[in-house]
């Protein structure tokens, strides 16, 4: 397993997100290059991909971790998990999230939120093995 934090936007990555995407969600287009660009380059986002078995292999799953500051101190969140569904059952997912922990903790975050759809178990399963508990909190969305 090879994770690492995406610094420049190739061909590849672009080729990546346009496999991995439609395995998210549906209703969304992929990325496209200057949306990638954009993500990499902003100060308030990581964005990981792991390749299986090696740093040889395809890119065979994504996460981005947004970091960012409020007046009570650093936040942390994860957003897009995508493991390829060819290569699910690996510990692709965890890896890219225990990575994405320990980022979040250097940077300052006392801890890291997400969201799941309950419809994904096997992700939901993941989360809760890893540690992490349902916030009891309403959940507001605004959309335009």
């Known amino acids: 397993m090879f994770i690492v934090r995406v610094m420049v936007v190739t061909d590849e990555l672009v080729e990546a997100f346009a496999r991995l995407i439609p395995q998210l969600k549906l209703d969304f287009p992929p990325p496209s290059r200057p949306e990638l660009v954009a993500l990499?380059?902003?100060n308030s986002s990581v964005?990981?991909?792991a390749r299986y078995p090696d740093e040889e292999a395809d890119i065979a799953g994504t996460l981005s971790l947004i970091l960012y500051r409020v007046p009570t101190g650093v936040?942390?969140?994860v957003e897009d998990v995508i493991v390829d569904e060819a290569?699910?059952?690996k510990g692709i997912g965890e890896a890219l999230m225990?990575?994405?922990l320990n980022v979040a903790r250097d940077s300052g975050a006392d801890g890291v939120a997400l969201t799941s759809n309950p419809k994904r178990m096997a992700a939901n399963r993941l989360?809760?093995?890893l540690g992490?508990?349902?916030w009891r909190t309403n959940l507001y969305f605004y959309k335009f």
Do not use: D, E, H, I
């Open 87 to 89: 290569m699910r059952g």
């Open 127 to 129: 989360y809760q093995r």
């Open 75 to 77: 936040r942390a969140r």
């Open 40 to 42: 990499v380059s902003s």
């Open 98 to 100: 225990r990575y994405a």
């Open 47 to 49: 964005l990981l991909v």
């Open 132 to 134: 992490f508990k349902p």
